[in-house]
């Protein structure tokens, strides 16, 4: 289990942005896929955004595309996402995942797991 640490929730205005800040530390593999998956109350864990080390390739929900952007600090295991025109819909707890190797975006190949950050979209 990896040491995840999460930062950028909160609330903002319908049409508004944020942004997401991850850091892995403790993720020593030169090769490492990290992401963002969200939960709304009533509603199944989904997935919102990944990003591999080695090729640099992203992955994005197709409630988020267009509108979410990921990237990553070459420098260091911290991953960003960008959230802009956010929308009530996005209204959700937002985990940050991480594991070594290239991985495919779905919750069962992630092995570690932040605590959660909130992100409230509300007028």
């Known amino acids: 289990q990896l040491n995840i640490v999460e930062s950028g929730g909160g609330l903002v205005r319908p049409g508004g942005s944020l942004r997401l800040s991850c850091q892995v530390p403790g993720l020593t593999s030169e090769y490492w896929t990290i992401g963002w998956f969200r939960r709304a109350p009533g509603k199944e864990r989904e997935e919102v955004s990944c990003?591999?080390?080695?090729?640099?390739?992203?992955d994005y929900g197709d409630s988020v595309k267009g509108r979410f952007t990921i990237s990553r600090d070459a420098a260091k295991t911290t991953v960003y996402l960008q959230m802009n025109n956010l929308k009530p819909e996005d209204t959700a707890v937002y985990y940050c995942?991480?594991?070594?190797?290239?991985?495919?975006?779905?919750?069962?190949?992630?092995?570690?797991w932040g605590q959660g950050t909130q992100v409230t979209v509300s007028s």
């Open positions: 990003i591999r080390s080695r090729t640099g390739t992203v």
């Open positions: 995942v991480a594991e070594s190797g290239d991985r495919l975006c779905l919750a069962r190949w992630f092995g570690s």
